[in-house]
């Protein structure tokens, strides 16, 4: 199925600096979701995003889902060792067909000591 | 929280055997579950998706004869590998529907075919 375009694939940073990865699409969705994804398991919902122009934290996590309903940016504040895993967006279109998730390619997050 | 049990975590079969993986909604009813395929160090692909009491809906290049797909009850669905085949290894990855948008994954199954 079609991905959405995320960047970066990959980030390497030390602890305690700020992170910043994001998702854009040529369609709109009208949900974003951000998922982690540890090695070995499946990916837990970190936050979700159900309207436009919506931002929204979880502890150290900043979301915004962008006005043109075709991107979205995930934020990472002072990051810690276990922030290291694989980030995916996903973006959800309505209500029929399931709500079938379109994945981003992902951004692996390393965090050095 | 709402949780999605999938079985096995691992398994390892020979080339030509067949293995059935299943996911379960343990404390919600999922008229709707979703099967993805992961390969290392790529994203989730959805294979299909599987309707309870219904015919599931592969995706463009699945072989629905190869990745069976069985949603008998509300909180079961199965894929069953046929003919497994070193190629399909990967890490499978279900997902359970919830009501409304909200979706719960399982913890996935890591298919080696040797």
């Known amino acids: 199925g079609q991905q959405l375009n995320q960047s970066p694939q990959s980030m390497f940073i030390q602890e305690g600096e700020d992170v910043s990865m994001n998702c854009t699409s040529s369609?709109?969705?009208?949900?974003w979701l951000w998922y982690k994804q540890d090695p070995g398991e499946g990916p837990v919902l970190l936050i979700a995003l159900y309207k436009a122009g919506e931002l929204t934290s979880n502890g150290r996590l900043t979301a915004q889902f962008g006005i043109t309903r075709k991107d979205s940016f995930l934020n990472i504040s002072a990051s810690i060792p276990s922030d290291v895993g694989i980030y995916f967006c996903a973006g959800q279109r309505g209500n029929n067909a399931g709500n079938m998730l379109t994945f981003g390619g992902g951004t692996r997050l390393m965090v050095k000591p | 929280g709402a949780v999605v049990s999938q079985h096995p975590s691992r398994v390892i079969c020979k080339s030509g055997t067949s293995v059935k993986i299943e996911c379960r909604s343990l404390d919600f009813q999922a008229t709707t579950m979703f099967w993805y395929r992961q390969f290392p160090k790529q994203s989730l692909m959805l294979m299909a998706t599987?309707?309870?009491?219904?015919?599931?809906?592969?995706e463009q290049g699945v072989e629905k004869d190869k990745f069976l797909i069985n949603h008998a009850s509300l909180t079961l669905s199965t894929l069953t590998v046929t003919s497994a085949h070193p190629e399909d290894s990967s890490f499978y990855i279900c997902s359970a529907r919830e009501g409304g948008s909200r979706v719960h994954f399982g913890n996935g199954t890591r298919l080696t075919v040797t």
């Open positions: 369609s709109i969705f009208n949900t």
């Open positions: 599987s309707n309870e009491g219904s015919k599931a809906t592969y």
